[in-house]
């Protein structure tokens, strides 16, 4: 789907991600996930540690998704957050 760059296959021989390829469904529930939590985070009349779980949880998926369109899975969710800052997925 996209070129591995040196630091995702480094944290591969690490044992901090697993190589599995993503399905184009796999991702685009991911971004749609996102999106949706996203838009509801933006709901004033939620409380705002309910906006805060939507939006933590859209940011979660947004990344995920781009660490799957990449091939690659992680346990460590914030392996997961990081990633995108440490190399332009």
């Not at 996209?2 to 591969?12: D, H, R």
């Not at 838009?39 to 949880?57: H, I, K």
């Not at 995920?64 to 460590?76: D, M, T, V």
Request: hydrophobic share 45%.
């Amino acid at each position: 789907m996209a070129e591995i760059s040196k630091e995702l296959v480094n944290l591969e021989h690490l044992g901090k991600l697993a190589p599995e390829p993503g399905t184009r469904g796999e991702i685009a529930g991911l971004l749609t996930s996102g999106a949706e939590r996203l838009a509801d985070a933006r709901n004033a009349g939620l409380a705002l540690s309910s906006r805060f779980d939507l939006a933590y949880n859209a940011a979660h998926a947004f990344s995920l998704a781009a660490l799957r369109w990449h091939g690659y899975r992680s346990e460590n969710c914030y392996l997961v957050f990081q990633l995108p800052a440490v190399h332009s997925l």
